[in-house]
């Protein structure tokens, strides 16, 4: 519609002049005439002194008759597309790169994901991270932006200072410390922090912020510490990043960037920009972007913080790769926090784009029938468990198919990250088994299932010898051919604002599509020239729902 949207604009122009006017179509009803509807005429009748229809009517006159045209209602200008001509736009646009485009030429994008905390094992927490950031590193590509991904590590700050106090207090040897050993142990010193707080004392504190400092000052046994730690967990981090088939071109941490973060603070301090407050934190001020709360960059002591970190971590990016756009795929909680550094950053003469793409948490209904978050106490919480807890689920399911261990693994991953894009991220998603892994209904395995279909019949053609369908009207296949035209137009429109839960949107409806058109359309016996057009047709929508799918990160499996 495209093309149409054009001719409509140029109409509008030469009959009213007027150009300020955007022109849409949306799908009509299946109980009305045409395919699509725009309400054009009506939004411009006012300006032009005229009522809705006289402006349709207008309008109508100057198209040609490459499609058909109707008023509907009031005003509204409905369009019916042949099936032919839908089939004639999909084969003169159709090639190995359909639904992706050039838009981004040029743009360098960074999507720092899935941000793992070290010394912890990777919790469902971070599941949204990793599927949000890897599918945005999919789409961005997919509209021509070179993409860095940089998996911004926990690897410094009062947690690691809380690792070491209650490692020692546990009495295990680096030798025999798991991620496992050292999650339950970052658990229970910060309970014992809490206890001692409430008694006003500050021995255990003051512990973890001298193993912090002592990291700061490379103190060999605090880099003894935190290099054992942080061996231990990247082996874990990157075991369940590559069970999920995610991956970051980097693994910049916070240590990296500590001293840099530090040095910069005294840059900036000394030009003014920041300030040093009595007790000698220091502060940037982002009253000029109508934030009140100052932003803190170095604590008291000396030590860094996040902003520390990552106020160097915005200008190594700028040196080394001076990208266009950063986007951070971090948690609803971190919106304000996202606010003040990225006011930092203009404040501080950084150019680049930044968008937090956040999100909401992981629910779970509790015994009681309520939905709430899903916490180590009420449910799954480490993404291992979630994850083996999938695979089984999936075996049980398919427990009389012959599937590999890989296909479960597809099957139970797709399912679990498809999930993540059933509606807006910015809204809570609920864990519900059931439905996630139905093979039925808005969900991972039904897309998956649909396209497994398509190779089973194109496998079965293999043989077959395709004649020529140049005369076939294709009209059984309209609204099939509808649904993949739209795959180009849904993958420029939804890169502006990240709108990632529309292409899973997009794969349950051309899934649909294909079901509706199976159970009224025969192929493996049909006539030769119906077969071989509805074989092409079907190699051109597994094409594109396994690409729609694979912009989600979700893999199709070999049988299902």
Known sequence: MENLKTQIKGIIKALYDIDDTPVDFSEVPANIAGDYSTNIAMRLAKRVGKNPRQVAEEIIAKLGDEYVFMIAGPGFINVEVSAKKLQEKLASEFSENYGSNNSGEGKTAIVE????????????????????????????????????????????????????????????????????????????????????????????????????????????????YSERFNKISLDHIHNVMKRMSISTDLELGESFYAEPGKELVQKFLAEGKFEQNDDGSVICRLDEAGIDVPMLVLKSNGTALYATTDLACMFY????????????????????????????????????????????????????????????????????????DAEARVRKNFANSELSDEDIRRIATGAIKFSDFVADR?????????????????????????????????????????????????????DLLIQINKFPELVSGVVEKLELHKIAGYCFELAQALNRYYEKTPILQAEDKERSARLWLIEKADFVLSKALDLLGVEIPEKM
């Open 113 to 224: 994901f899935p941000s793992t905390n070290m010394a912890k094992p990777y919790s469902v927490g971070h599941l949204r991270p990793g599927t949000q950031g890897w599918a945005t590193k999919k789409l961005l590509e997919a509209n021509g932006w070179k993409v860095i991904t940089d998996n911004h590590l926990g690897d410094t700050g009062t947690p690691f200072g809380v690792w070491v106090v209650g490692f020692l207090r546990s009495g295990k040897s680096l030798d025999e410390v798991t991620i496992y050993d050292l999650g339950q142990i970052y658990i229970d010193t910060k309970k014992a922090l809490k206890e001692e707080a409430a008694e006003g004392k500050h021995e255990l504190a003051d512990q973890t912020q001298e193993w912090l400092q002592k990291l700061e000052a490379k103190d060999a046994q605090a880099v003894e």
């Open 317 to 388: 990016r700028k040196e080394h790769y001076n990208p266009d756009l950063v986007v951070y795929c971090v948690g609803a909680e971190q919106k304000f926090y996202f606010e003040q550094l990225f006011a930092m950053g203009k404040k501080l003469g950084l150019t680049q784009e930044n968008f937090h793409l956040w999100f909401g948490t992981i629910d779970i209904v509790n015994d009681e029938g309520k939905r709430e978050k899903m916490s180590s106490r009420k449910g799954v919480v480490l993404l291992e468990a979630m994850l083996d």
């Open 426 to 478: 910015k809204m809570g998603i609920l864990y519900d088994p059931d439905k996630i892994f139905a093979l039925t209904g808005f969900s991972g395995p039904f897309c998956q299932y649909a396209d497994v279909r398509l190779r089973r019949i194109i496998e079965k053609n293999k043989d077959f010898v395709r004649v020529d369908f140049v005369d076939y009207d294709f009209v059984a296949e309209k």
